[in-house]
């Protein structure tokens, strides 16, 4: 498994890759099911986190199956969460770059006025 993820991730043009992440996610997640790791932004458990990185620079153990997140997003939420009033108050969220976890997260939040910005 861990194989065939390596190479798509060298193979697939990143675009194809956000395209496609919600059948990946679907597909992938039942196989790392287990409790040695958690994330903290889908709030689910794994044996191990995937593989990620690009080229030579491919580490494991870095990518949530469930909602594909990396270590930065996941500590990213953790201080929100824990330190910030952004999923108690009532607030506008303007979001450069946003990244695809967080989208999906923050779009369905109804406390937030979430908008969004990115050059294309």
Known sequence: MKK????????L?????IRFSNIFTKLIAPFYKGHNVSCPVCGKEYKTFLPYGYGKGIRDNRLCPGCLTLERHRLLWLFLKNKTNLFTDKLKLLHIAPEQPFY????????????????E
Request: glycine share 0%; proline share 7%; aromatic share 18%.
């Open 13 to 17: 043009p990143r675009p194809w890759l």
């Open 4 to 11: 065939i993820f390596r190479f798509l991730l060298k193979k």
């Open 104 to 119: 999906k997260k923050f779009k369905k939040m109804s406390n937030i006025q979430y908008i969004t910005a990115d050059i």
